[in-house]
């Protein structure tokens, strides 16, 4: 069994050399120079080459608690690398090792404007509120830069790279601490109005019912959300041999072995939630695919095949339970995949 590393499964080699675009895409690098791939995360920051379809890492760091400090956190780890702008004195300083930037793409939580580059109020990061990450970058580098929400990334990366790559249009769902989701119809990133297509985890199925617990997706079925509800149990008087002090994601998860009730009943309400989601996603939406990815999706079992059985069943137009539902391929390379191609 694979321990999750945060909530995040390591990277599976495999995704580091994907096997290409199935359909044409803003991927290809007409200039000739390095395409450069940002993947901005709530606790790290990688950066990475994108060439000959494969995403090459060269720098990560903590991500910062500001705006400022994340633009000037990217420049110095090109500067390191010897990745140069388009302006023309970083053109003449470079030196003759020097790789001259075409473009970049920089995936990072929402919410955000990717129209106008700017970061707008992420909840965890409160230093990059309104910050205009794309212009500060293109005054310093000279080059053209597209930012987009993370989920839509990583979305756009599992559509043409990875599991949804035959497909002509797929719905990309995560979960892991967060709950993020991103269409994706013919090689584009549908945004819907502002930006906003997606935005599930904000969904209280009970609201609709008079039931308003402030239970919303992220609430019942992310990592730290079926924690807190766990613990909610225990705390509760539910039988159980958790402790709900030490406890964390992966100790839910494998007490499903054992069948911990304060585990099982945790975890099943997730898959409901889940479940319920994707159904109401087929029927209103009906993508070609659905990609499941994050680090709940780890192993089959846990998210994966139990979501696709329920589905199934729910589902109560019979054409739409012949759109399969995949696990992702990418994991923690589809935002870079997704952000390159931007």
Not at 46 to 73: K, M, Q, W
Request: charged share 20%.
């Amino acid at each position: 069994m694979s321990k999750l590393h945060g909530l995040y499964p390591a990277a599976e080699p495999a995704a580091m050399a994907a096997p290409g675009p199935a359909r044409e895409s803003d991927g290809s690098d007409r200039s000739g120079g390095t395409v450069v791939a940002v993947d901005v995360g709530a606790t790290k920051t990688v950066i990475a080459r994108y060439a000959d379809n494969g995403i090459e890492p060269f720098d990560r760091f903590l991500t910062p608690a500001t705006g400022e400090e994340l633009s000037e956190s990217i420049l110095r780890a090109l500067d390191r690398t010897g990745l140069v702008g388009g302006r023309a004195e970083q053109v003449g300083n470079g030196g003759s090792g020097s790789e001259i930037i075409s473009r970049i793409g920089i995936g990072a939580p929402g919410p955000l404007d990717a129209e106008h580059g700017m970061i707008l109020d992420p909840p965890n990061l409160p230093g990059w509120r309104n910050y205009p990450l794309v212009e500060t970058l293109e005054n310093q580098l000279r080059v053209p830069i597209k930012l987009e929400n993370d989920a839509n990334a990583g979305a756009l990366g599992e559509a043409v790279f990875g599991s949804g790559r035959d497909y002509p249009s797929v719905f990309y769902l995560t979960i892991s601490t967060g709950i993020g989701a991103g269409l994706v119809i013919n090689g584009r990133i549908f945004g819907g109005y502002k930006g906003m297509a997606g935005e599930v985890h904000a969904i209280d199925p009970g609201t609709y019912f008079g039931r308003k617990t402030g239970e919303n997706v992220i609430e019942r079925a992310s990592g730290p959300g079926m924690v807190r509800c766990a613990r909610r149990r225990i705390a509760a008087g539910m039988d159980t041999a958790l402790d709900g002090e030490t406890l964390d994601t992966y100790t839910l998860l494998t007490a499903l072995d054992a069948d911990d009730p304060v585990a099982v009943e945790t975890v099943e309400t997730a898959r409901n939630a889940i479940a319920g989601l994707l159904v109401n996603v087929l029927t209103i939406v009906a993508p070609s695919v659905i990609v499941l990815a994050g680090g709940l999706c780890t192993e089959n079992r846990w998210f994966v095949d139990p979501v696709r059985d329920r589905v199934h069943r729910w589902i109560t137009i019979p054409e739409l339970r012949e759109i399969p539902i995949e696990r992702a391929a990418l994991w923690d390379t589809a935002v870079l995949y997704g952000a390159a191609v931007l």
